[in-house]
T-cell receptor, first 113, second 114 residues
């Protein structure tokens, strides 16, 4: 069964202090890796999909990278509005071609002034 | 382009009561998913529809849970004889077949069973 582990569980940064979040996975065959952002009391918001080792994607202060065993979400010069829980997930194909997402438990990021 | 919507956003019920939640997916999306999320955990898959057909159900989905998507548009999730362990956030997501199956989530329904 697919497994996803995220670290750290929680991270507190000062505004402008760059850092990285880790997502390690165990799957029978990688068909992609998804990153989502979740604010308290809301549903996850899609950020990125990565498909192959070496792939990178960027959005504002966020950059996601993928290796054969893990993915990193790099946050450069974060701002307080980047505070959220960041979730990663791997897909498992379902009947008809849909995908069940297996999520990690997330990294709760707090960016302070 | 409106996103996924869910109704109600919050539901408080007493143990043993039945509850029903509604999900309206993004209009052109033919796939619809239900997940459940408890505090400190990631969402867990419950069930999946392609058009009106329910194609997969998780072992997490006990006999007290039923989901429908009668015309391939909106979906409902019903929980019968609710238990305190059913307290969670129920999330709906939709995707478009062929578009990398990226799932877009709704705001969720927070269920509290007293």
């Amino acid at each position: 069964e697919d497994q996803v582990t995220q670290s750290p569980e929680a991270l507190r940064l000062q505004e402008g202090e760059s850092s990285s979040l880790n997502c390690s996975y165990t799957v029978s065959g990688l068909r992609g890796l998804f990153w989502y952002r979740q604010d308290p009391g809301k549903g996850p918001e899609f950020l990125f999909t990565l498909y192959s080792a070496g792939e990178e994607k960027e959005k504002e202060r966020l950059k996601a990278t993928l290796t054969k065993k893990e993915s990193f979400l790099h946050i450069t010069a974060p701002k307080p509005e980047d505070s959220a829980t960041y979730l990663c997930a791997v897909p498992t194909i379902l009947t008809g071609g849909g995908n069940k997402l297996t999520f990690g438990t997330g990294t709760q990021l707090k960016v302070e002034l | 382009d409106t996103g996924v919507s869910q109704d109600p956003r919050h539901k408080i019920t007493k143990r043993g009561q039945n509850v029903t939640f509604r999900c309206d997916p993004i209009s052109e999306h033919n796939r619809l998913y239900w997940y459940r999320q408890t505090l400190g955990q990631g969402p867990e898959f419950l069930t999946y529809f392609q058009n009106e057909a329910q194609l997969e159900k998780s072992r997490l989905l006990s006999d007290r849970f039923s989901a429908e998507r009668p015309k391939g548009s909106f979906s409902t999730l019903e929980i019968q004889r609710t238990e305190q362990g059913d307290s969670a956030m129920y999330l709906c997501a939709s995707s478009l077949q062929g578009a990398a199956d990226t799932q877009y989530f709704g705001p969720g329904t927070r269920l509290t069973v007293l």
